[in-house]
């Protein structure tokens, strides 16, 4: 039996995803006509992202599951049309691009490499950073990605402290949890690499008085979700002297508006949400497996709790 999936996405991401997909889909066996104009009532399967042309889930009266392409789905779940089962996306290409952007930028800090990039013709002045078993870094968020920042910085020498809402237990990682363990995880972070999801709970969770409980200096690296940090908070901490600096790749609004004070501050670097991007290999084999879990009647893989909002 042919299965129509549905592809909602920019026509741009049309034109890269549907050779990986239709490959994908083959190598499983399946036999798919992925397509962005199937009549809504045919549809088997959405592959799906919020800039998409479908919004209107209603029509999809035949469809068994609504696959995101995205990491993160609070974009998605408050989307009341979608009653089908929903997926996030998790893959290897988006975890190794994450630990290699976090890991590139937690060097870059820990050993001040701004310093010598930025080093005036004959300033031959030294500078020696500590080792990596003397600098502490805290990673709030150990799902898939955080997890997998944490255990590429652990073999580096970095004491590692992760935090989550649930009790983890990760092999050579601090792992805390709840209000008390937040306040330790944020006392150890001489670096602070956010990777949690943007829900209620969430939002904000740097503020006047978590930026308090930093040690002077400390780094903050956001490649996880831009409502996490109160902007103005931050700004002030950073003109203050209280936060060394700030590498930010998400913000509340993007692109980041032109006069936003990010740009022009000379102690926050802005990148333009590269930090982990969804590959069109990596994800079709995902899509594809749940595709394939779906027509056998197998549980899904990273179904979204839409009560948690991730």
Known sequence: MTLNVQFSDTPKRWTIFEGPLNDAFKAQGLDVDLSTDHAPETVDYVVYS??????????????????????GVEKVVGNDTITQPLTRM????????????????????????????????????PHMPPLASERGVTILGLGELGQACAETLLPLGFPITG???????????????????LIEALKRAEILVLLLPDTPATTNI???????LLPDDAVIINP??????????????????KIKHATLDVFRVEPLPEDHPYWHHDRVTVTPHIAA????TTSARVIAENIRRGEAGEPFLYLVDRAQGY
């Open 50 to 71: 919020p800039k998409g042309p479908v919004q209107d889930f209603t029509p999809y009266t035949n469809c068994k599951a609504v696959m995101s392409l995205w990491a």
């Open 90 to 125: 998790v893959d290897d290409g988006l975890s190794e691009g994450m630990r290699e952007w976090v890991t590139g930028h937690v060097l870059r800090h820990h050993l001040d490499t701004d310093l010598d990039v930025n080093r005036a013709p004959g300033d031959w002045t």
């Open 163 to 181: 935090w989550s809402r649930t009790q983890k237990d990760i092999e050579g990682i601090t792992c805390l949890s709840g209000d008390d363990g």
């Open 206 to 212: 740097v503020n006047p008085e978590t930026l308090a």
């Open 224 to 241: 996880g979700r831009g409502p996490l940090i109160d902007d103005d908070a931050l700004l002030a901490a950073l003109d203050l002297g």
């Open 277 to 280: 991007e969804t590959r069109p």
